[in-house]
């Protein structure tokens, strides 16, 4: 491992810089060196971070009974591993398992060197026919997407669910929120079969790149989206709205929407990550009165009854198939940043104080091609 390799903390609340990388123990047999190619920036999980919001930097996380609390110890500050869109190309490999060269999708946060162990890293063989930038999504962003509508999917079929198509195929679909997580989603649902994905979200920017990508959008805080889509959307008398809705965006608000425009006994697959209060969600209204339904699809868990069939390596193979179908799409529109590392500090910092707006940026390395 380089003597001078650096890696990306954020010290304190807004506050970004470099380290340098710890130094490593000895080589072991079983593992590999990784020097770092692409590493995209999260913009909702990893703000949090930066901005102070994360739960897990002011309460602990208690993983065996799943619950914060104030006696745990909280992670806080500095953060020293974080981000989970990163590609990298094998330099050096103590294991027949995977050979010097390859290019593989991780999750070891913004570095520019790690060494790996096969056995506690996810660590995913890219394709030689695919853009290696678009390998950032395969490891866990396209994972989460994807198990939203492997959830959307249990919920109409159960353990019988085979494809993620069976919560999506000919049905009328609803995507809150338009950043990456939400794209990825309509583009998941698009190509699985949806009738039609209509895409919500308030920022014109990333309207214009759901537009761009070919879906139908609507504007929140412009238009009375539930009336506009009950309207449109016509089941029977007295039931109209969505199939199902997956929502995107981490504020109560955009959940409230989410359930206004489902159809009666419909479900929200809730992807988005909350880190404030829920006063704008009014479970007496639509929720009570029309039979609705909450699913949160969180990446850690695959639905009950599929787990035996389904993993994330299945969610990345489905999402290499995904970027193999829409790749070029994806790079021209949803990749906005290409930024050389030494510059995210200040592009991140911008971003958190709202005075940049990027849709996905990416980080890029001294050996990127």
Known sequence: MPADSRMLVVEEPGLVGFRPTPPEARPEDGTFDVEAVYSGLSAGTELAFVKGTHPQLTRGWDAELGLFGEDDAPAGYPVLRWGYLQVGRIVASRTPAFGTGELVAMTYGHREHYRADPLADRVVVLPDDLDPVLGIYVAHMGPICANGLLHAAAELHGAGARSLGDGVAGLRVAVTGAGVVGLLTALFARTHGAREVVVVDPTPQRREV????????????????????????????????ADVVFQCRGLAASLGLALRLLRPQGTVIDLAFYQAGADALRLGEEFHHNGLSLRCAQIGRMPRGLAHTWDRERLSAETIGLLRTEGDAIRQHLITDLVPIEQAPELITAIAERRRHVLQAVFTFPTTP
């Open 210 to 241: 759901a537009g761009k990508l070919g879906f139908a959008t609507l504007d929140p805080e412009t238009e009375d989206v539930a009336t506009v889509l009950k309207t449109r959307w016509r089941h029977r008398p007295g039931d109209r709205g």
